[in-house]
C-alpha cells in the first residue's frame, strides 16, 4: 500500500472544492494551486495552503505541466488529483507524475493514450466485444474509399475526425450526392483543428439517447459498474442535464449496457475513476459504444447521491493501491438524482459566455439539495475559464419528487450581477416531454425556442421597476440628513408624481408614484398599484403589492437594479440619470469586441484588401473561440490588438475602409 498524505489538485474551481472536501475528510493535506484571477477564489481559501503557478491564461498556469510540477515537489505532495478538464486527460502528464515518483490520482497513462484516438478506441472495444457503431475506421484515407465505405454504412451517416472533439471535423451526410463535399470539408476542419484530418464513419443515430455508466477498477483487476446516468440533454455537444436512473433503463437493458461498460474496462486494465459513453438508438432498442472518459466526471454528484458513495474517496483509495471496497452486488440505487448546470451564458444569443461579478448568490434551504460551486457572492466570472457557475443536484425518493425540487429550487436560486442560463433551465425542466421522459440528443434544438427563452422576466418588467422603485425611495429616506420633517417626495402640488425611468433591453419604462399614510400609490404602463413596504434590509426588500406579500433581493450597483423573486427570476433594469450621458458613437467600418475576450488569432494587417466573408480575428472566452469576419468588402485601414491582447466588451479591434 502507498501512504498519500499530501495532494496537490492540479485544477481550479468546484472540482478543486469537491476534492478539497474528502481530503479533509480523510486526513489528507490539500494544496492548491492558482493563477492570478484565482488568488481569491473559494477553492484557494479551502486548501491547507495555496501555491500561485502564473497569469490567468491556462497555459501559463493550470496547463504547464513544468509548474504544477515544481509545485507538487515544493509542497511535498505524495500525489497530485487532476480533477477534470486541463491535464486530466493528458497521457504526458501522467506519465511524468510516475517519473516524478508523485502519484496519479487517475488511470495509468497507458489507457489514456488508448482512448485519445476514437478509431482506436473502437478497435479494442469491438475487440472486446464491446457494441460499436457500425462503420468504417480504416487507414486508407482516399476519396473514392470513403465514398465506398459510406455507401455500405448507409444514409444518414455521420463523418467524424478520430482527434479532437468539440464537434470539429463532424459532418451528417443525409444523402450519397453529399458525401464528396462533406468528407473534404470535414478533413479541412479537422487539419485546421487537430492538425490531422483522418476520418471515420459511422452510423448515424437519428433519434438516439446518451447514457453513460460510471466504472471503477482498482490496482487488483477488479472492475465494477456504479450504475448509469442519462445524459441526453446536451447542447454544442455539452451536457446540460443528468439524470439517474434513465427513464428508459429496465432491469434487463441495465444489466446488458452494465457488463458491456465491465468489459470495457477491462480491456483497458482500468484502476479508476472512469465513464463508458453509449448511444442508445431509440428506433431500435440497440446501443453502442462510443467513448471513455478517462477521468472523474463533471457530473460524477448524481452517481453519489444515488449509491451513497464517494468517488473521489474511492480514487484516493485505488491510488493507494487498496482493492474496492464493494462489489457489483453491492450497488444498488437508492431513490433519483437530477443534476443541472448554471453557466454564465445568454441562451437567448446562442449560449455566448458572458462575464461580470456575482453581486449576490444564494439558494434556498431544501432538503437534498445539494450544490457544487466555485462561486461566492462578490466572486468575478472570468473571460479565461469555463463559464460553469454551479452544479445543482437534487436527491429525492423519486424522478417527479426531485424535480418538483429542482423547479423550486431554480425559482429561489439568486445570482445577481451577470446573465446566466437560470431562465434556459426553468423552462426546460417544465417542457411536458421532459417531464415524461421523452426526448432524444436534439430535445433542446427541437423544442426550446431559444430568443423566447430570455428570462421568463420580460413579462414582469413592472414588478422588478416598482420593487426597485420602493427600495430606492427607503435608501434614500433612510439616509435623508435634512428637512426629516417633511414626507419623502414632498410637493407644492399634492397631485404631482414623482417619477422614476428604468431602461431594459433598450426599452423604457416609466414609474409613477406618491407617498402618502404611509402607502404608495403607483402607475406603471397606465396601470394603477398600491404598495407599502412590510420590511427591508441592505440588500432585501418585502413589499405588499395590491394585497400580495412577497420577498426581493435587490442589489444597487452604480445605475442597475438587480432585482430577484421567485415568481420573476433575476431581472437587470437601468435607472435613467435625468440627464442621459450621450451614447457612444458607432465607427463606420469599425468591429468591436461583443465580450469581454483574448486575442487568439488575427487574420489581417494594416493595407490588407478583404472581402465579405474573409476570417479577421478569432478571439477566445471562457473556453470559445469565436470568429469575426468582414461584413463588406474594403480595406484594412488600422488594427488596434495584438495577439493575446485581453479586451473589454465594446473595444475596438479594426477598421475597414470600404472600396
Known amino acids: 500500500m502507498k501512504n498519500i498524505n499530501t495532494i496537490l489538485i492540479a485544477n481550479r474551481g468546484e472540482i478543486a472544492s469537491r476534492v478539497i472536501r474528502t481530503c479533509k475528510k480523510m486526513g489528507i493535506t490539500c494544496v492548491a494551486v492558482y493563477s492570478e484571477t484565482d488568488k481569491s477564489a473559494p477553492f484557494v481559501k479551502q486548501a491547507d495552503s495555496a501555491i500561485h503557478i502564473g497569469d490567468p491564461e491556462p497555459a501559463k498556469s493550470y496547463l504547464d505541466q513544468d509548474k504544477i510540477i515544481a509545485a507538487a515537489v515544493r509542497s511535498g505532495a505524495d500525489a497530485i488529483h487532476p480533477g477534470y478538464g486541463f491535464l486530466s486527460e493528458n497521457t504526458s502528464f501522467a506519465q511524468r507524475c510516475a517519473d516524478e515518483g508523485?502519484?496519479?490520482?487517475?488511470?495509468?497513462?497507458?489507457?489514456?493514450?488508448?482512448?485519445?484516438?476514437?478509431?482506436?478506441?473502437?478497435?479494442?472495444?469491438?475487440?472486446?466485444?464491446?457494441?460499436?457503431?457500425?462503420?468504417?475506421?480504416?487507414?486508407?484515407?482516399?476519396?473514392?474509399?470513403?465514398?465506398?465505405?459510406?455507401?455500405?454504412?448507409?444514409?444518414?451517416?455521420?463523418?467524424?475526425?478520430?482527434?479532437?472533439?468539440?464537434?470539429?471535423?463532424?459532418?451528417?451526410?443525409?444523402?450519397?450526392?453529399?458525401?464528396?463535399?462533406?468528407?473534404?470539408?470535414?478533413?479541412?476542419?479537422?487539419?485546421?483543428?487537430?492538425?490531422?484530418?483522418?476520418?471515420?464513419i459511422e452510423k448515424y443515430i437519428e433519434s438516439g439517447r446518451h447514457i453513460e455508466f460510471q466504472i471503477f477498477g482498482d490496482q487488483h483487476g477488479n472492475v465494477i459498474h456504479l450504475l448509469e446516468r442519462e445524459c441526453t440533454i446536451q447542447r454544442r455537444y455539452q451536457k446540460v442535464i443528468e439524470e439517474s436512473p434513465s427513464p428508459i433503463m429496465t432491469d434487463e437493458l441495465r444489466t446488458t449496457m452494465g457488463k458491456a461498460a465491465v468489459s470495457a474496462a477491462m480491456a483497458l486494465d482500468y484502476d479508476n475513476a472512469g465513464t463508458v459513453e453509449f448511444i442508445y438508438d431509440d428506433k431500435t432498442g440497440n446501443f453502442y459504444f462510443l467513448e471513455v472518459n478517462t477521468r472523474l466526471q463533471v457530473e460524477h454528484p448524481v452517481t453519489e447521491e444515488i449509491t451513497g458513495l464517494d468517488l473521489v474517496k474511492m480514487q484516493i483509495e485505488s491510488a493507494q493501491e487498496l482493492p474496492l471496497q464493494i462489489k457489483q452486488e453491492d450497488v444498488k440505487a437508492n431513490g433519483y438524482a437530477i443534476e443541472a448546470r448554471l453557466y454564465a451564458e445568454d441562451a437567448s444569443n446562442d449560449f455566448a459566455p458572458v462575464t461580470g461579478t456575482v453581486h449576490k448568490f444564494d439558494f434556498p434551504n431544501v432538503e437534498g439539495l445539494r450544490i457544487e460551486s466555485a462561486i461566492e457572492s462578490g466572486s468575478e466570472i472570468s473571460m479565461f475559464y469555463d463559464p460553469m457557475i454551479a452544479k445543482i443536484i437534487v436527491k429525492d425518493n423519486d424522478r417527479q419528487a426531485a424535480h418538483a425540487k429542482l423547479k423550486y429550487v431554480l425559482k429561489h436560486l439568486i445570482c445577481q450581477g451577470t446573465i446566466t442560463n437560470q431562465s434556459f433551465l426553468q423552462t426546460l425542466i417544465q417542457h411536458e416531454d421532459f417531464s415524461s421522459g421523452k426526448y432524444d440528443t436534439h430535445f433542446i434544438d427541437n423544442y426550446i425556442k431559444l430568443p423566447e427563452v430570455n428570462d421568463l422576466s420580460k413579462r414582469n418588467t413592472e414588478e422588478a421597476a416598482i420593487a426597485a422603485t420602493l427600495y430606492g425611495w427607503y435608501q434614500r429616506e433612510a439616509s435623508r440628513k435634512v428637512l426629516r420633517s417633511l414626507p419623502s417626495g414632498w410637493r407644492n402640488s399634492f397631485y404631482e408624481y414623482q417619477k422614476e425611468t428604468f431602461l431594459m433591453n433598450q426599452e423604457k419604462l416609466i414609474v409613477r408614484y406618491r407617498y402618502l399614510d404611509d402607502n404608495f400609490t403607483l402607475f406603471s404602463e397606465e396601470q394603477e398599484f398600491t404598495a407599502s413596504i412590510v420590511d427591508v434590509n441592505s440588500d432585501s426588500i418585502r413589499l405588499d403589492i395590491n394585497g400580495l406579500q412577497k420577498d426581493y433581493s435587490v442589489i444597487h450597483v452604480a445605475n442597475t437594479y438587480f432585482v430577484h423573486s421567485a415568481s420573476i427570476g433575476n431581472i437587470a433594469i437601468i435607472?435613467?440619470?435625468?440627464?442621459?450621458?450621450?451614447?457612444?458613437?458607432?465607427?463606420?467600418?469599425?468591429?468591436?469586441?461583443?465580450?469581454?475576450?483574448?486575442?487568439?488569432?488575427?487574420?489581417?494587417?494594416?493595407?490588407?484588401?478583404?472581402?465579405?466573408?474573409?476570417?479577421?480575428?478569432?478571439?477566445?472566452?471562457?473556453?470559445?473561440?469565436?470568429?469575426?469576419?468582414?461584413?463588406?468588402?474594403?480595406?484594412?485601414?488600422?488594427?488596434?490588438?495584438?495577439?493575446?491582447?485581453?479586451?473589454?466588451?465594446?473595444?475596438?479591434?479594426l477598421k475597414i475602409n470600404k472600396d
Open 102 to 200: 508523485i502519484i496519479f490520482i487517475g488511470p495509468k497513462p497507458k489507457a489514456i493514450e488508448a482512448m485519445g484516438s476514437k478509431s482506436q478506441a473502437k478497435a479494442i472495444m469491438e475487440a472486446s466485444g464491446v457494441p460499436v457503431i457500425p462503420g468504417y475506421k480504416g487507414k486508407d484515407q482516399s476519396e473514392e474509399t470513403l465514398k465506398a465505405e459510406a455507401v455500405k454504412v448507409g444514409f444518414p451517416l455521420l463523418l467524424k475526425a478520430t482527434a479532437g472533439g468539440g464537434g470539429k471535423g463532424m459532418r451528417i451526410v443525409h444523402e450519397e450526392k453529399e458525401i464528396k463535399n462533406a468528407i473534404a470539408s470535414a478533413k479541412r476542419e479537422a487539419k485546421n483543428a487537430f492538425g490531422d484530418d483522418e476520418l471515420l
Open 575 to 653: 435607472k435613467q440619470d435625468r440627464f442621459p450621458v450621450k451614447e457612444k458613437e458607432k465607427i463606420n467600418g469599425g468591429y468591436e469586441a461583443p465580450i469581454p475576450s483574448q486575442i487568439v488569432k488575427i487574420h489581417v494587417s494594416t493595407g490588407d484588401q478583404v472581402k465579405e466573408g474573409d476570417p479577421l480575428i478569432v478571439f477566445s472566452s471562457m473556453k470559445m473561440e469565436t470568429h469575426i469576419t468582414a461584413d463588406e468588402d474594403g480595406i484594412i485601414e488600422e488594427v488596434y490588438v495584438e495577439e493575446g491582447n485581453s479586451v473589454e466588451a465594446g473595444f475596438l479591434l
